[in-house]
C-alpha cells in the first residue's frame, strides 16, 4: 500500500469571487481546490481526502457517492482523475447547491450530477427500479458517525443530521453503495474505528476482497478512523493493511499523509 502520484494535468484554476455570507472558501489539495463550505454546520475536513484517494478508479469510469455534501471528497477524486464521472445524492438541498457550485468554481462542472434526495427513502424507493442500478464502477460514502442518543446532538440542525443516524441507518447506506455498483465494482466507506466490527457485519455476503486501513493520529495510538474497501461479488480473504500515521512527533503531517493531503497522490488500498 502506497501513495501514487497522479499523471493528469491539474484543472482549470478556480473562478474565485466574492464569498457570500455564512460560508467560507477553503483550500484542498495545497489550494488546488477552493470549496465554500457553510461557516457553521457540518464542514468535510481530510477524512473526505482520504477517503477520495483510496478509491481506485480509471479515466472515464463511472463513480456514485452516498452524500456528497459540498464535494470535498468528490472534487478530490476529481482532481486526481478528471476524465470521470461523478454521482452524487443529498439530502440537504443547501449542500447539494454548493455541490454544484464548487463543481462549478473548479472546473468540474460537466462532470458531476447531484441529486437532492434521502439516501434512506433512495433505497426504499426501490433502487433496482433505477437506470442507474449496478452500473457504477466505485461507490463511497462518509456516512454519519454518531448514534442517535449516545451523543450531544449539534445545535446546528445540518451539522447533527450529517452526524447522527439510527440503529439501521449504517447498514442502509451499505444496502445503498452495494445496489449502485457494478459485479466487482468497489465501495469505500471511511468511518469512527470502533465501528469497524458492525461495517464488516454489514458487509459480510456483500463484498469480498476487504482491505481495511487505519488511520492513526500518531505512531503508538489507536487508529481513530478506518477506511474499509470491499470489491461487489468477490470471495478473496479479507486483509488488514499497516495503515497510515498522519502526525509524527512535532505535530506535523507526515510525508505520507502530505502526499495525499498537499500533492493529491493516490492511497493504494489493492
Known amino acids: 500500500m502506497s501513495a501514487t502520484a497522479y499523471s493528469a494535468p491539474p484543472p482549470p484554476p478556480p473562478t474565485g469571487g466574492n464569498v457570500p455570507a455564512s460560508l467560507t472558501e477553503d483550500g484542498f489539495l495545497d489550494g488546488r481546490l477552493r470549496i465554500l463550505q457553510p461557516e457553521k454546520g457540518f464542514r468535510a475536513g481530510i477524512d473526505s481526502v482520504f477517503l477520495a484517494a483510496a478509491i481506485p478508479c480509471a479515466p472515464g469510469e463511472t463513480v456514485y457517492e452516498a452524500g456528497v455534501g459540498t464535494g470535498v471528497a ?81 445545535p446546528n440542525l445540518l451539522k447533527a443530521q450529517a452526524h447522527a443516524f439510527g440503529p439501521d441507518d449504517l447498514e442502509l447506506w451499505v444496502k445503498v453503495l452495494h445496489t449502485m455498483v457494478t459485479l466487482r465494482g468497489t465501495v469505500t466507506i471511511v468511518h469512527r474505528a470502533e465501528s469497524l466490527g458492525k461495517l464488516l457485519q454489514m458487509m459480510e455476503n456483500r463484498f469480498g476482497d476487504i482491505r481495511i486501513a487505519p488511520l492513526y493520529a500518531r505512531e503508538g495510538t489507536a487508529a481513530s478512523r478506518i477506511i474499509v474497501q470491499g470489491v461487489k461479488g468477490s470471495k478473496a480473504p479479507m486483509q488488514l493493511l499497516p495503515g497510515l500515521v498522519l502526525h509524527d512527533q512535532s505535530s506535523q503531517f507526515t510525508p505520507e499523509a502530505e502526499a495525499i493531503l498537499r500533492d493529491g497522490m493516490a492511497w493504494r488500498l489493492r
Open 74 to 154: 468528490a472534487l478530490c477524486l476529481l482532481a486526481r482523475n478528471p476524465t470521470i464521472h461523478l454521482t452524487g445524492i443529498e439530502v440537504a438541498a443547501r449542500y447539494a447547491m454548493l455541490c454544484e457550485e464548487n463543481a462549478k468554481r473548479n472546473g468540474f462542472a460537466d462532470n458531476i450530477r447531484v441529486i437532492h434526495s434521502d439516501v434512506k427513502e433512495a433505497l426504499r424507493k426501490d433502487l433496482a427500479s433505477m437506470p442507474s442500478h449496478g452500473s457504477f464502477s466505485h461507490a463511497f460514502a462518509n456516512p454519519p458517525y454518531f448514534e442517535d442518543g449516545k451523543s450531544t446532538p449539534s
